[in-house]
């Protein structure tokens, strides 16, 4: 029997790990430069808790959560919950049967930690991110998987100033100007609150109601269950319709239009340039006000490398207190791919680039006498911080090169009888071949310039 990764699931292997950390060093280095700190949370939770925050008519949990029941031990008290008995060498034992999902996504469950260890209390604004794989049962293509990886970042606290959105966004765009991904675009919407949301949603399905004989059968099943993700449609034949559909910037309550022009004016303060785009929903439930969404450059059509937006309100239906909140997530797959494709253009990300070499030094050595001086060369420069491979076989000179060249290495550091004799090393550098003799406080500082 072969095993294979499953459908959906891949795995990420060196060299793109490498770029992979470096982002992931990226977006530590600068959310924390803005005062947030890493939450690390559980991969699987309660189903009802995404249940709850998503909505049960997303698509998300309506069809593409993983969810499994599982035996929890030991069984609780009540009597309406089930229950699975057992046996193991004549000892019954009862487990709790729990609904059990791997996270879709990460606010729920920072939203449920908030409240779990009564965030609410410490000073200031709560300033969480996290980094890690969520999952989804969604069709596998380029740039969408089963298993993905986010990047995010929550704000939870009692103001919602749009200072603190437009605080978010800053952070957002300094992290992509970071890795040097050129060509993302931020699109910005309002999507309203609870008092001036329904009544435009209510007015959105009236005007659907009249155009559902040319609509798509997603659409017309959405009018009635979520008329708003009829705007994310990407069908052709329906894009001529939305346009003529009502628009909810001219529905939005006064409380929510000042918070989007201040937001718009935050924006502004700070250089940030966005568009704006009113058939931003955004997927899930839990959002109002702010919506945004970033795409980049080189993704076909899955271009969109980051969603997030305000969500107050979510931590009390959750049973917390009331709260504000906004956050966002960077899909990072999508974001690789982008800084690949960027590394492999002319304008090339140097971010990227950097990434890609894997070897400072490949120590070649000849003769039993040589390996010790080697091992503990090696030891020597990995302890300066460069990247040393040094090979347990002996091998013929011109395959150690030849070794050395094809992982990448930049430099051969030659150790055989000579070297040993002169207490010097030779040095070659294997883009041009040329070669020197240093003795090792001279390497190093040769090595480290680079
Ligand atoms: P969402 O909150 O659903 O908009 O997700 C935020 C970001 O996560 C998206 O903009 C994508 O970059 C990424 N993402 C969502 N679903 C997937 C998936 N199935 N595969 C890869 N990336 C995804």
Redesign the pocket.
């Known amino acids: 029997m072969k095993f294979q990764a499953i459908k959906g699931v891949r795995d990420i292997l060196p060299p793109e790990s490498a770029l992979w950390n470096r982002v992931e060093q990226a977006a530590r280095a600068v959310f924390e430069s803005f005062g947030f700190g890493e939450i690390r949370l559980p991969i699987f939770e309660q189903t009802e808790l995404f249940a709850r925050s998503i909505g049960a008519e997303t698509d ?1 949990v309506s069809k593409e959560m993983f969810t499994f029941r599982a035996r929890v031990n030991p069984a609780g008290t009540e009597d309406d919950i089930e229950t699975e008995s057992w046996e193991r060498e004549g000892v019954a034992f009862t487990d709790r049967l729990e609904l059990l999902t791997l996270r879709p ?1 990460a606010t729920a469950s920072v939203c449920r930690a908030y409240i779990e260890h009564g965030m609410q209390m410490l000073p200031g604004d709560v300033k969480l991110y996290y980094i890690g794989p ?1 999952f ?1 049962r ?1 069709r596998p293509q380029k ?4 298993q ?1 990886y ?1 990047i995010g970042a929550e704000v939870l606290g009692a103001s919602d100033n749009p200072r603190i959105d437009a605080d978010v966004l800053e952070m957002l765009m300094m992290f992509l100007e970071r890795l040097q991904l050129s060509g993302a675009k931020l699109y910005l919407n309002s999507i309203g609150c609870k008092n001036c949301r329904p009544v435009y949603v209510e007015k959105l399905r009236e005007a659907l109601r009249k155009v559902n004989d040319k609509l798509g059968a997603d659409s017309q099943r959405r009018i009635e269950t979520n008329p708003l993700r009829v705007l994310d449609s990407k069908l052709p034949e329906e894009q001529e319709i939305i346009e003529t559909l009502p628009r909810i910037s001219e529905h939005l309550c006064a409380e929510c239009r000042q918070h989007f022009a201040d937001l718009l004016a935050q924006l502004a303060l700070r250089g940030i340039a966005y568009e704006l785009n009113w058939r931003l929903v ?3 439930d839990y959002y109002m006000r702010t919506t945004f ?2 795409t980049a450059p080189g993704l076909g059509s ?1 271009d ?5 937006g305000r969500y107050d309100g979510l931590v009390e239906l959750l049973g917390g207190p009331p709260t504000k909140g906004i956050g966002f ?3 990072t ?3 690789i791919l982008s800084l690949q494709k960027a590394e492999a253009s002319e304008a090339g990300s140097a971010f990227a680039k950097a990434s890609a070499d894997k070897l400072d030094v490949f120590l070649v050595w000849f003769g039993a006498a040589a390996y010790p001086a080697a091992a503990k060369l090696a030891r020597r420069l990995r302890s300066e911080g460069l990247r040393v491979e040094l090979p347990a076989d002996e091998m013929k000179f011109k395959k150690s090169l030849s070794l050395a060249d094809r992982l990448g290495a930049r430099h051969a550091v030659i150790i055989g009888e000579d070297e040993l004799a002169a207490g010097a090393y030779s040095v070659k550098k294997l883009a041009d071949g040329t070669q020197q003799k240093l003795k090792e406080e001279e390497l190093i500082a040769y090595l480290r310039r680079g």
């Not at 740039?143 to 089963?146: I, K, P, S, V």
């Not at 969109?304 to 997030?308: D, K, W």
Request: net charge positive; with cysteine.
């Open positions: 998300v996504e969520m989804r969604e740039g969408r998987y089963r993905f986010q955004r997927g899930l969404e970033i899955q969109a490398i980051c969603g997030g997530a960077i899909g797959d999508r974001l």
